[in-house]
């Protein structure tokens, strides 16, 4: 069957209405939105393991074929498949014996969180894709996700927050502990660090 672009017209919701009454053609139109998305955040959530990032991906899509009726109406779609993604990250974690921790995180300071995401903008790109892998490898899941929710993907913190079943203030203090934790770990990537390390 050839694949109609006015798929393209329908919203994410919309389409899994469609697909909820049988159909399953328009579940491509979904993949086509999600799939690297999606790809890319059980990579960085599975440490940097392609073959098992795949088998997740298609794990996500074949839940949504068998029970097309669990969609919850209320939720944005993108909302609802991460939270797919993350409980199913969450399942792995568990099932390889991997205790989450709990930590006291301080209260996020907004002209803090601010100043610190503009410190990490500030570092050099060269092998700070690298770097920054292996340091959120290092991080508890929780903190991992959330900072691959809000700046990988760009959720609001009130997304972020129904996917990983916490309130907003919990997020926003995730956020803050990681980006504080990331520029402390990548400040050697740092132009301004450095010039300051040369004439030190």
């Not at 579940?27 to 959530?45: C, T, V």
Request: overall charge neutral; proline content about 2%; hydrophobic content about 30%.
């Amino acid at each position: 069957m050839k694949w109609s672009f006015s798929y393209k017209k329908y919203s994410d919701e919309e389409l899994m209405s469609l697909i909820g009454n049988g159909n399953i053609t328009y579940l491509k139109e979904l993949y086509n939105r999600y799939s690297n998305k999606l790809l890319f955040y059980f990579y960085r959530m599975l440490g940097g393991d392609e073959e098992k990032a795949q088998d997740f991906l298609q794990d996500v899509f074949l839940k949504i074929i068998e029970k097309p009726y669990q969609f919850n109406e209320k939720m944005k779609f993108s909302t609802w498949i991460f939270t797919i993604a993350s409980n199913l990250c969450k399942n792995e974690y568990r099932r390889m014996k991997v205790r989450e921790t709990t930590r006291n995180e301080p209260d996020m300071d907004y002209h803090q969180q601010v100043n610190t995401i503009d410190q990490i903008h500030k570092i050099e790109h060269d092998d700070f894709e690298k770097a920054i892998q292996d340091e959120l490898r290092k991080m508890d899941p929780e903190q991992r996700s959330t900072f691959i929710l809000r700046f990988q993907e760009n959720l609001s913190i009130k997304e972020i927050g129904e996917i990983l079943n916490c309130s907003p203030g919990t997020v926003k203090s995730r956020i803050f502990y990681t980006t504080k934790k990331l520029a402390s770990c990548l400040k050697e990537y740092n132009p301004y660090t450095k010039e300051e390390l040369s004439h030190g």
